[in-house]
C-alpha cells in the first residue's frame, strides 16, 4: 500500500549503515521507499556495505534514471553478488546447514579467514587479502555515471589508519578504490591505500556518517540500522569474538552521533564545519536488528542467493511497517524511537 500525497516532494536525505551481507536487509528497504514517490531523495551517506547500497542506487538513479533505474541496480547488484558466491570457497559447511539460522560457523574457509588475521593480519595486498568486491564493482558500477549524478550528493566514511580519524569521500571523487577503502574489514583484508594514505572500514568511525547529510535543513533524515547491538548469544571461537568485537565497535560511533543529534540538533565538535547548521531536523529510523540479531555472527560473511533474498524481504517489511505506522511523521516531526539504539536488549527481551 502506498501512501498518496499531492503535495511537493518531501526531501530526504538516507543514512546507510554497514554490516557485511546484511546490506541486502538495506537493499530490501530501499527497495521499498523508492515505491514512495512524495520522497524526493537528495542525499545518502554509508560505511562499509552502506558504501555499497548508496553507490549502487546513485549509478542506477543518475540521467534519468530515477527510482526504477536505482531498483534495478540495486538488485542486479546483490543478485550477482549470490550468484558469484555459488563459485565461492566461502560456503556453509554441512553442519553448517544442519544448524540453521544462516551460520558459517563451521566453514572451513570462515575460520581460516579469520585465524589467519588474528595471528599475523592480512598487513600486505596479494591475492588472499585483496577484496573480491572491486572487481565487483568495477564490473557492475559505472562510476563516471556516479560522479556526474548531480541529483543525489554522496558521502562515504573510511578510517584513516595512520591517524585513526575518518574520512569522507564525497560523489565526484568516488571510484572502486575509495568505495573499497569503506568496506575494509581489517581481520580479513589488507588496507586500501588512497592518495598515499591506508584506510580500513568506515564504519570505525561512521556507521554511516550523518554529519554531511545536515548541510540542508530543514529535512528528514531516515537511518537505515542493520548492525546488531544486542546478540542473543555470547561468541565461543576466535573468529565470532573478532566479528563480535568490530560490531560493537562499529555501534559506538552510531550511538555517539544519534545522541548528539537527539539531544542538541548536533554532531561530535570534530565532524562539525563553519556552514553547518542544525534546526529543523526530522529524524528516523528504520530497524532491522531484532530479526538479525537472532542470526549467527558468521552469517554477515553468507553471500548464498537465498539468504540474501530472505534479507531484502525482511527489509521490504521493515519499510512496510515503518510506513504504515511512522510515515505520517514525515515533514512534521521526529519517529526516532530510541529503543534499538540505546536499548536494544531490552527491547529484546520484551
Known sequence: MHIVSKQSPLPVSLG???????????WGVLDRLLDEERFMFDSLSGSSSGAVNAVVFADGFAHGGGRRGAQQALSRFWK?????????????????????RWTMSSSPVYMLLEMAGALQGPVKQHAPTLNPLRNLLSTLVDF???????????????????????????????????????????????????????????????NPPLAPLLARPPRDMIVVQNNPIARSEIPRSQADISN??????????????????????????EQRSADMTFADLRLHLISGIEDIGEYSQSSKFNAQIPFLLHLHELGVKAADTWLRKHGHGL??????????VFYADVARSV
Open 331 to 340: 515533514g512534521s516531526h521526529s519517529t526516532l524511537d530510541p529503543s534499538p
Open 80 to 100: 550477482t553478488l549470490g550468484m558469484l558466491a555459488v563459485a565461492s570457497p566461502l560456503q556453509p559447511s554441512p553442519l553448517d546447514r544442519l544448524a540453521g
Open 244 to 269: 563480535r568485537s568490530n560490531e560493537i565497535a562499529f555501534n559506538i560511533s552510531f550511538m555517539r552521533e544519534i545522541s548528539a543529534l537527539r539531544h542538541a540538533h548536533g554532531v561530535p565538535e
Open 16 to 26: 546507510l549503515q554497514g554490516g557485511g551481507t546484511y546490506g541486502a536487509f538495506t
Open 144 to 206: 563516471e555515471r556516479v560522479r556526474n549524478c548531480e541529483e543525489l550528493e554522496l558521502f562515504i566514511a573510511a578510517t584513516n589508519v595512520r591517524t585513526g580519524t575518518g574520512k569522507i569521500f564525497t560523489r565526484t571523487e568516488l571510484d572502486p578504490q575509495k568505495v573499497v577503502a569503506s568496506a575494509c574489514l581489517p581481520t580479513v583484508f589488507a588496507g586500501v591505500e588512497v592518495d598515499g594514505e591506508t584506510y580500513w572500514d568506515g564504519s570505525y568511525v561512521a
